[in-house]
C-alpha cells in the first residue's frame, strides 16, 4: 500500500471526468458507505452534468468521487463526496472539493452550497465554507411484511410547481426536477407537489414543496402510501411544520447534516415551503 507521500503525489495529478463506466465502482463505494443511491442516481448526475462530476484513481481503482449539479450561473451543488476508506484522511476529499470549485468558479457561479457530514464540515470550512442551517435525516422502519417496490414509475403528467418550486428552493431548477421525475412517482396538489423514489436501503421522499401545512399533509399521506419500505425523509430544521408531521407518521431523526455555502452570496430560499429537500447531493 502507498505511503502518505506517495498518496498525495497521485492526488494531485489523478483526477478525471466521471464517466458512465465508473458507476460499478462508484455503487461499492456507496455500499460500503451506507448510502442509499442506485445506478440511476449516478447516471442522472453525470447526464445533467458530463463536465462537472469527478473521480480520483490510482489507476487500478477509484479511490474518490464528487458531483456537481448546476441551476444556471446563480447556483450549483456539491455532492456525492465518497472516499475509499483505505484511503480517508489523505487529502483527497480536499483535492476533489477543489477541483469542483476551480471548475464552477471558471463557469462564474455566484453561489456554491453543499450538505455536510460532521466530519465533512472541518474539510469544507477550511475550504471557506459557512454554515447555513442544519437538518435532519428523518426514518421510518418498514413493516414487517415489507418488499422493495419497482413500480414507483412516474406520474409526471399530474406536473410540477415550478412557480412555487422556485420561491422554496431560491432558483429556478426545472431541468434538474425533469430528470429526477424519471425515476420518482411525483403527485401535485393546487398549492404543492412532492416525490417518492427507490433506493437501495430505503424509498426517499424529496422534494416536497407546499404552501401550507396542510398541503404538505395531503402530498405526504400520499407518497407513503406508495411504499411500505423503510423511508428516508431529510427535512430543513427551520420547518417546523414538517417536523410535526413527520413525529404523526411514527419518523425519528438518525442522522444531522449541515447545509453550506460559498461565494459571492448566499442565494435566499422560504423554508417554509420546503418540506422535504430533493437530497443531500443535489439540494
Not at 430505503?202 to 406508495?226: C, D, F, M, N, Q
Request: glycine fraction near 6%.
Amino acid at each position: 500500500m502507498p505511503n502518505s507521500i506517495q498518496r498525495q503525489a497521485y492526488v494531485n495529478h489523478n483526477i478525471r471526468l466521471f464517466q458512465s463506466t465508473d458507476i460499478p465502482e462508484a455503487l461499492e463505494l456507496c455500499r460500503v458507505s451506507g448510502w442509499n443511491q442506485l445506478a440511476t442516481d449516478w447516471t442522472r448526475l453525470i447526464e445533467h452534468e458530463p463536465t462537472a462530476c469527478f473521480v480520483i484513481h490510482d489507476h487500478e481503482k477509484i479511490l474518490g468521487t464528487v458531483t456537481t449539479t448546476c441551476y444556471g450561473n446563480q447556483l450549483a451543488w456539491i455532492g456525492m463526496m465518497l472516499v475509499h476508506e483505505e484511503y480517508r484522511r489523505q487529502g483527497i476529499a480536499k483535492e476533489l472539493i477543489k477541483t469542483c470549485l476551480d471548475h464552477l468558479h471558471s463557469r462564474k457561479i455566484r453561489c456554491i452550497k453543499l450538505d455536510a457530514t460532521p466530519t465533512g464540515k472541518l474539510v469544507y470550512s477550511q475550504l471557506g465554507f459557512q454554515d447555513e442551517w442544519s437538518f435532519h435525516r428523518w426514518q421510518r422502519k418498514a413493516d414487517d411484511q415489507a418488499v422493495a417496490r419497482t413500480d414507483l414509475a412516474s406520474e409526471y403528467e399530474t406536473g410540477w410547481n415550478f412557480q412555487l418550486d422556485k420561491v422554496a428552493f431560491g432558483v429556478p431548477r426545472d431541468q434538474w426536477l425533469n430528470r429526477l421525475a424519471k425515476h420518482s412517482h411525483v403527485t401535485r396538489y393546487r398549492e404543492g407537489c412532492g416525490m417518492i423514489r427507490e433506493g437501495y436501503l430505503a424509498s426517499y421522499i424529496g422534494p416536497v414543496i407546499a404552501s401550507s401545512p396542510e398541503t404538505a399533509r395531503h402530498i405526504v399521506k400520499r407518497l407513503l402510501a406508495l411504499t411500505n419500505r423503510t423511508t428516508f425523509w431529510d427535512i430543513p430544521h427551520p420547518n417546523r411544520s414538517a417536523i410535526t408531521l413527520a413525529r404523526e407518521y411514527g419518523f425519528e431523526p438518525v442522522r444531522t447534516l449541515t447545509r453550506m455555502w460559498t461565494g459571492l452570496e448566499p442565494i435566499q430560499c422560504d423554508l417554509n415551503l420546503q418540506y422535504a429537500i430533493s437530497d443531500p447531493g443535489t439540494g
